[in-house]
């Protein structure tokens, strides 16, 4: 399987609690809910499409715990992203959950490394990052993220969680889609491509 990576932005950076002003106001955030006035018909049309691609699921803790306490009691089959979480296998990187009740659910606890390394090697087509925004950024920084969805939103916090942080591993990526959806927002996609190269603008 390649790995993927979807993640909601606004436009200077932030990744914090995009869904609802519950799902993380650590540090004081107070602008949950970002994302929810931009959910049009061509958003929800893309996200179905990853969907479409999916054959497990990666996620950290934080965001689990917003899954786990929503998706089970909206199993609905025709959904085409409610029937794929509840019924797929889901692996939570964590140090901290002792035990998982959500149908499906394997807890990596060892070297995030190795481990995700062999859930690659199995066949299937991906394995699936959305949000788990920290999760995401060590996965980044070890080199094994395949494809990276950034679905970049218009709007600024001054505030929050940002996802390319400092300390972000230097890295080349190639754009291979982008699109905007009417509500503005912009969706790329990357596909990793080495280290950066470099030049000099200021010499002939």
Do not use: C
Not at 115 to 143: F, T, W, Y
């Amino acid at each position: 399987m390649e790995l993927s990576v979807t993640e909601f932005i606004t436009l200077d950076g932030v990744y914090q609690a995009p869904g609802g002003p519950q799902e993380d106001p650590s540090g004081g955030f107070t602008h949950g809910g970002w994302s929810a006035p931009y959910g049009d018909e061509a958003f929800g049309a893309f996200m179905v499409s990853v969907f479409d691609r999916v054959d497990a699921f990666l996620l950290g803790r934080r965001t689990y715990d917003i899954f786990a306490s929503y998706w089970p009691l909206h199993d609905d089959p025709a959904d085409p992203l409610a029937s794929k979480l509840n019924s797929l296998p889901k692996y939570v990187a964590t140090s901290t959950l002792d035990h998982a009740d959500w149908s499906g659910t394997e807890l990596l606890r060892g070297d995030l490394a190795k481990e995700v390394a062999e859930l690659k090697a199995r066949p299937g087509q991906e394995l699936q990052v959305h949000g788990s925004g920290n999760l995401a950024q060590s996965l980044l920084a070890l080199g094994l993220v395949d494809t990276l969805n950034v679905l970049t939103f218009p709007v600024l916090l001054g505030s929050g969680k940002r996802f390319f942080a400092d300390g972000a591993q230097p890295a080349g990526l190639t754009l291979t889609e982008t699109r905007s959806t009417p509500a503005g927002v912009v969706i790329s996609t990357y596909r990793k491509a080495g280290a950066p190269t470099y030049g000099d603008l200021t010499t002939e």
